[in-house]
């Protein structure tokens, strides 16, 4: 079982940043794949980025490509999404995924482990 803990979201203006991290512990070879999902008020939770860890390549949604970047820090076995150029729609709550995919799955049901979740608000 792998454990994850969210934490960097708040609330922020349009056209700003935030950088999302997620610290993992527990069994390493739980987490091949990590990902971030999101999901806002009346929707479903939805798939923003992933990266394989072992070898760092990575994967995003359309809606988020060239604002959002996600990396790992495999020395702090911590993952982050840097976000910028922030809008409204990205309003939502985010979470950390981990998956045992050779791939980068974006359906939430290749993902067994999942953080508690942390609030982005970007409001003017």
């Known amino acids: 079982q792998v454990q994850l803990v969210e934490s960097g979201g708040g609330v922020v203006q349009p056209g700003d940043s935030l950088r999302l991290s997620c610290a993992t512990s527990g069994r390493s070879f739980g987490r091949s794949v990590m990902a971030w999902f999101r999901q806002a008020p009346g929707k479903e939770r939805e798939f923003v980025a992933g990266v394989y860890w072992s070898a760092g390549s990575t994967s995003y949604a359309d809606s988020v490509k060239g604002r959002f970047t996600i990396g790992r820090d495999s020395g702090k076995n911590t993952i982050y999404l840097q976000m910028n150029s922030l809008n409204p729609a990205d309003t939502a709550v985010y979470y950390c995924?981990?998956?045992?995919?050779?791939?980068?799955?974006?359906?939430?049901?290749?993902?067994?482990?999942w953080g508690q979740g942390t609030q982005v608000t970007v409001s003017s």
């Open positions: 995924a981990a998956s045992t995919s050779s791939t980068i799955p974006t359906s939430t049901l290749s993902y067994t482990s």
